[in-house]
């Protein structure tokens, strides 16, 4: 089945719902045997990058999700959980992350811009297994920190606000979107079908 990581930060509701409105069971869990046992696996997040470390840790959760992302297990970030794929993020000091997809996390600074970027944005996409390549896909971000130094190979879309900046990633089965596929209507539900198909 389909697991949607509960460590105490995150959308999981919200998800779990966009999920089942298409036919999708997913259910939410903290469970280490749960998470080992996974289908497909969902990482969601709102918040700051280093408490989710912790969260994660304390749980006992990142080898788990190492170990499944590594093991060819569907696996995808969402927001914050994107961020927790990459190596480490420097918002509050240096945090080690998932080391999932190779990149830093780093902060917004865009002078004359607002930060967090929030709103509706569109994508500039390459084609791949979630989502169709082009530039006429609107999705919805809410965020203060971004990837970067990502490989090119590994970036499969982005957007502009103020800077062009890395807004989906792939490296194998392991996807990370930037931006809420939950809240971004059908382009965002279409994404999670297919992710939910993989």
């Known amino acids: 089945m389909m697991t949607i990581i509960d460590y105490g930060m995150g959308n999981l509701r919200s998800v779990q719902k966009a999920c089942e409105f298409l036919g999708f069971s997913a259910e939410i869990s903290s469970d280490p045997e749960t998470i080992q046992n996974a289908s497909q696996l969902i990482l969601p997040g709102v918040g700051a990058f280093g408490d989710a470390m912790k969260h994660l840790s304390e749980r006992g959760l990142v080898g788990i999700i190492r170990e499944k992302a590594n093991g060819g297990t569907p696996f995808l970030g969402i927001c914050l959980g994107m961020q927790l794929l990459f190596d480490r993020s420097l918002e509050y000091g240096e945090t080690e992350g998932l080391k999932l997809v190779p990149g830093d996390v780093v902060e917004f600074v ?59 990633v792939q490296k194998d089965n392991v996807f990370g979107l930037q931006f809420h596929p939950e809240k971004s209507g059908d382009v965002g539900l279409g994404m999670l079908k297919r992710f939910a198909e993989l």
């Open 110 to 168: 865009l002078p004359g811009l607002k930060v967090p970027h929030m709103g509706w944005n569109s994508l500039n996409a390459r084609k791949n297994p979630l989502f169709d390549a082009g530039n006429d896909q609107f999705v919805y971000f809410v965020h203060s920190y971004y990837a970067a130094g990502v490989p090119d190979e590994n970036v499969i879309a982005t957007s502009d606000y103020g800077i062009n900046f890395v807004a989906a």
